[in-house]
Structures are given as structure tokens and as C-alpha cells.
T-cell receptor, first 113, second 113 residues
Framework: GNSVTQMEGPVTLSEEAFLTINCTYTATGYPSLFWYVQYPGEGLQLLLKATKADDKGSNKGFEATYRKETTSFHLEKGSVQVSDSAVYFCALSRRGSQGNLIFGKGTKLSVKP | NAGVTQTPKFRVLKTGQSMTLLCAQDMNHEYMYWYRQDPGMGLRLIHYSVGEGTTAKGEVPDGYNVSRLKKQNFLLGLESAAPSQTSVYFC????????????FGPGTRLTVL
């Protein structure tokens, strides 16, 4: 079946450190891949997405590349800020799946000044 | 635009009581979803709707019912609440099923005693 596995947190970094959150997936066909972010007390919001192999999604300094050969979609940012503290969810959507998203369990990121 | 709104924000129920959670969206989206979020579990799909008057079961539908009488509203009902339904509930909507972004509401925190 379809599934998403992401690194367990929490992840604690100092401001300006480099961030990587690993995400791998299992899916039939060619899914679209997403990263959502949830700030404290809020709902999820889309951070970036990629719809086909080798696509790179980017937003707010975050990037992730759709790697079909390694079934991965790792999230990276070169220099994190305190305001990036949140929970990050990797997700996939399979074509023909009624738009249903399959989420990873989430990774909590805390950035210290 | 308000986007996706949810009512209420918080609720405490006793075992066996019933309640309805309301989700409303003003973006004219066809697709609407109800998820629950539990610690360490990510988000899991309860029910979804692909248009007015339609509903379908998701991953964890037991103990819940839904209705989509109007395109802009998606109701989630608990007929006889159980402690296992203590969770944070999120509603989401999207324009169509083709790998589009889902827009999330702020969530409802439900506690069943």
C-alpha cells in the first residue's frame, strides 16, 4: 500500500544551522509529493510540492527534490530561523485517489536563538 | 475570504454524548475532507466528499458520520462519543482531486471523558 516515512523528531537546531528532514515513500504509480507545515495552534499549510520525478519544490528558503530512484523527498533549508519552529509533514497524493493525502507522522522542529 | 473555518474550536464531551463539528469553506471547492490528528500518528482521513450530496469513507471512519448537504459545508458527527475519539480534528478542502493543494482549517480539539 501507499505510505510515507519521515524521520522522527524532535529536531533541535540553533539559528542559522542547516536543516534536513528525511522523507521516503512507498506508492504505486507516480504520486505527487508535498511538504506541509503546522505552526503551533494552527492548521496545516502547504509549504512546497513536486508532481513528477526530478522536480524541485521550493518556498520560503525550503527545498525538496522528488527522487524516484530512491523514493525520497527530503526537506532542506540552508539557514533556519526561530520562526521556522513548527511540525513538518511529508505527504503523497496518488493520481486517481480522489485527492486523498497520505501523511507521514510529522517531525517537530525547534530552532533556538 | 475566510478560507476554511471550523466550529467549535474546543469541546469536552462525556462518553456517550453526541455532537456535530461544522466545517465551512468559501472557496467554492468541490472536495472536502475530515482528518484526525493524534500524537505520533500524523493525520488520518476519516471521511471525505467529492461534491455536494456525496460522501465516502476514509482510513478510520468507524464511529463517525458525515453529511454534505451544501457545497460549502461538511459536517462530522459523533453519535455516541468514546474516549478513543479524543483528538484534534481538521477539515480541509481542495478544488479537485488532481494532486492539488488542500487547504486546512484551524482544527477542533475534542476531549471525551
Amino acid at each position: 500500500g501507499n505510505s510515507v516515512t519521515q524521520m522522527e523528531g524532535p529536531v533541535t537546531l540553533s539559528e542559522e544551522a542547516f536543516l534536513t528532514i528525511n522523507c521516503t515513500y512507498t506508492a504505486t504509480g507516480y504520486p505527487s509529493l508535498f511538504w506541509y507545515v503546522q505552526y503551533p495552534g494552527e492548521g496545516l499549510q502547504l509549504l512546497l510540492k513536486a508532481t513528477k520525478a526530478d522536480d524541485k519544490g521550493s518556498n520560503k528558503g525550503f527545498e525538496a527534490t522528488y527522487r524516484k530512484e530512491t523514493t525520497s523527498f527530503h526537506l532542506e533549508k540552508g539557514s533556519v530561523q526561530v520562526s521556522d519552529s513548527a511540525v513538518y509533514f511529508c505527504a503523497l497524493s496518488r493520481r486517481g485517489s480522489q485527492g486523498n493525502l497520505i501523511f507521514g507522522k510529522g517531525t517537530k522542529l525547534s530552532v533556538k536563538p | 475570504n475566510a478560507g476554511v473555518t471550523q466550529t467549535p474550536k474546543f469541546r469536552v464531551l462525556k462518553t456517550g454524548q453526541s455532537m456535530t463539528l461544522l466545517c465551512a469553506q468559501d472557496m467554492n471547492h468541490e472536495y472536502m475532507y475530515w482528518y484526525r490528528q493524534d500524537p505520533g500518528m500524523g493525520l488520518r482521513l476519516i471521511h471525505y466528499s467529492v461534491g455536494e450530496g456525496t460522501t465516502a469513507k476514509g482510513e478510520v471512519p468507524d464511529g463517525y458520520n458525515v453529511s454534505r448537504l451544501k457545497k460549502q459545508n461538511f459536517l462530522l458527527g459523533l453519535e455516541s462519543a468514546a474516549p478513543s475519539q479524543t483528538s484534534v480534528y481538521f477539515c480541509a478542502s481542495s478544488p479537485d482531486r488532481i494532486m492539488d493543494e488542500q487547504f486546512f482549517g484551524p482544527g477542533t480539539r475534542l476531549t471525551v471523558l
